[in-house]
């Protein structure tokens, strides 16, 4: 349902600034061969849950990170530069590097004492924030209607930095467990997206879309006193974001 409404607000906002400026649209600059392209994009995303972890943390110390269902929203951006070409059958192709931001992904659960759930003694939370660099492609179909339909893929690098972890003592006997350390992984990320988007005057686009990503592995530090294993670690963790774009076209 918050997907419906965001979209619709969006939809919304594309369809009053298409209006107000229906005078220039038909007046956009003849297509060229290939020209530079800058894309700015930004909106809210939501992540995909942790996952239940059971591991040792000394010989004698195993413990059950059961993770919570619950997902959060987080904020989004990116920069993409590069080049546009013409292709054949009124399509054009794009091509560029993209940095995109994010605000931190918020993970949670409990923590199983000797991982038996009978000893449910502690809750715990934690924040990963993503940043990558990727190559980015992105057909779009300008056959003359009254937006432009695309599909967008990226694959780079992300820096995933996993921080803040907390653990809270469920009963007043339970004594406070030392904290997993910062740290920050590099990983292969990738996304994968569609949408639309309509001339408002020469040079310029506005978009609207929807864009799964891959932020790759994250992992924790070590605890103090801590002798195996690491901290919590994911190999993958996924966002699906609504997205709006302003493109400049040189």
């Known amino acids: ?13 594309l369809l009053s600034c ?5 005078g220039t649209t038909d007046s ?7 020209t530079w392209v800058g894309t700015i994009s930004v909106g809210p995303a939501w992540e995909s849950a942790g996952q239940t972890q059971t591991f040792y943390l000394t010989p004698d110390i195993i413990k059950t990170y059961a993770a919570s269902n619950i997902t959060h929203a987080l ?5 993409f530069m590069g080049i546009q070409k013409q292709l054949p059958k009124m399509l ?20 199983w004492d000797d991982a038996d759930p009978t000893f449910d003694n502690y809750s715990y939370r934690y924040q990963i924030q ?3 660099i990727a190559a980015k492609i992105k057909l779009l179909a300008d056959r003359g209607y009254w937006v432009i339909p695309w599909v967008s893929a990226s694959l780079g690098i992300g820096f995933n930095h996993a921080h803040d972890f907390q653990n809270t003592p469920l009963l007043s006997e339970a004594v406070t467990l030392p904290n997993f350390a910062s740290n920050t992984q590099t990983s292969f990320t990738y996304t994968l997206g569609a949408g639309v988007q309509k001339w408002l005057k020469p040079h310029w686009q506005l ?10 592995q994250s992992q924790l530090g070590r605890a103090s006193g801590q002798t195996l294993n690491s901290g919590l670690h994911l190999n993958h963790l996924y966002t699906s974001g609504v ?6 076209l040189a």
């Open 75 to 79: 904020a989004e951006g990116e920069v």
């Open 130 to 132: 993503h940043t990558r």
């Open 18 to 22: 298409t209006q107000s400026l229906a």
């Open 207 to 216: 978009g609207a879309g929807y864009e799964f990503a891959d932020w790759g």
């Open 1 to 13: 349902m918050r997907y419906l409404t965001i979209l619709s607000v969006i939809a919304g906002i």
């Open 243 to 248: 997205i709006v774009n302003l493109t400049y």
């Open 92 to 111: 054009q192709g794009q091509l560029g590097l993209a940095v995109a931001v994010t605000s931190s992904a918020k993970l949670s659960g409990n923590i």
């Open 28 to 34: 956009m600059a003849a297509p060229k061969d290939w």
